[in-house]
């Protein structure tokens, strides 16, 4: 048996500058962390050889690769040629919830597959490729931020060149930064799903206009200030920034925000946060918020209706958590 997983990302800025329709021309940044929240995927030989069973929200037993009703399954099979094995899919958190959840579950699927057939894969391409099979293979109107971060791991400084490149520059700083920044964000579930990519192609096609793309740029000018400011340990910038890039963000699209969402960032600045935002593309999902240490509990009391979910920074990236493969 073999266990890859990939962790799931918070964006912090910039988000809308990974979309090849505003990069080609302009080029992009973000700056985002994993944390320590993951999808998990097995693979091992099926009892039927000529057969192929995948386990996720529901379980398929096909004969062949036409059968396969789950797209990702179906392409990333296809292209390796594998079958005659079971996989199965485990996640942390519920898809569709604003922490790249798809492309986590794709860069997991090509670990595994690759340690399936014993080869070794770097990070990089385990994120190109996976960016392939999401927006080119499949046709999904997303950006490139989430295949990256899934990949890398950690607290990183992503930059989208016009010709397709990503730079991927780790963000340093003191270990006590580090603390107070985890500290500081607190993490809270709205409820809900949404299509990331139905959002994301309005506002792609929306940032061809002259106005939107200023706007977009101007996010990208507050996601540089935001790498200078955490590398000079200045961590309670986080909450201007963040509050600076929400105002914009939510111009961009008609989906990205609605009166629940708002009615919290709201409450949260009221009971002393200083910024912050819905993760992913928008319209439901997770929220975080900067604040400083003596206002936690009354950030806490005014959303008490809402979950809490713990905010832990992972390093790891992709990963293998066992196999009983060689490499070649």
């Known amino acids: 048996m073999i266990i890859t997983r990939a962790p799931f990302r918070v964006s912090f800025c910039g988000g809308g500058s990974d979309l090849s329709s505003f990069y080609e021309k302009y080029g992009g940044c973000v700056l985002s962390t994993t944390i320590r929240k993951y999808m998990y995927l097995t693979i091992h030989n099926y009892f039927y050889k000529d057969q192929i069973r995948l386990k996720y929200s529901k379980t398929e037993t096909v004969n062949n690769y036409d059968e ?5 399954f179906k392409q990333c099979l296809r292209d390796f040629g594998i079958s005659g094995v079971e996989i199965s899919s485990m ?3 519920p898809s569709g919830t604003g922490l790249g959840s798809s492309s986590s579950f794709t860069v997991a699927l090509l670990h595994l597959l690759h340690t399936y057939k014993g080869e070794y894969v770097s990070k990089y391409k385990l994120a190109k490729d996976a960016c392939e099979v999401e927006i080119n293979k499949l ?3 997303i950006g490139k931020q989430d295949q990256f971060a899934a990949a890398f791991g950690g607290l990183k400084f992503y930059e989208f060149m016009p010709n397709g ?3 991927v520059e780790p963000i340093i ?3 006590e930064s580090y603390k107070k920044l985890e500290d500081n964000i607190l993490m809270f579930y709205l409820g809900g799903t949404h299509s990331a990519s139905a959002i994301l192609k309005e506002q792609s096609q929306n940032v061809k206009a002259a106005d939107k793309a200023a706007i977009q740029n101007q996010m990208c000018d507050i996601t540089r200030n935001l790498k200078k400011e955490l590398q000079n ?3 309670n910038a986080m909450g201007e920034l963040l509050h600076q890039n929400w105002m914009l ?3 961009l699209a008609s989906g990205i925000t609605n009166p629940l969402i708002d009615e919290a960032y709201d409450k949260a600045l009221s009971a002393g946060a200083t910024g912050g935002k819905l993760l992913g593309a928008g319209g439901a999902g997770f929220m975080i918020f900067y604040v400083p240490e003596d206002s936690h509990e009354a950030v806490r009391t005014a959303l008490s209706n809402l ?3 713990e905010f832990e920074m992972d390093n790891s990236g992709a990963s293998i958590v066992m196999t009983d493969r060689e490499f070649i």
């Not at 396969?68 to 990702?72: A, G, P, Q």
């Open 173 to 175: 700083m003191a270990p």
């Open 249 to 251: 963000k939510k111009s």
């Open 68 to 72: 396969i009703e789950h797209k990702y």
């Open 139 to 141: 046709g999904e109107s």
């Open 307 to 309: 979950r809490e979910m």
């Open 165 to 167: 490149f990503v730079n």
């Open 233 to 235: 340990n200045n961590i």
């Open 91 to 93: 996640a942390d958190i």
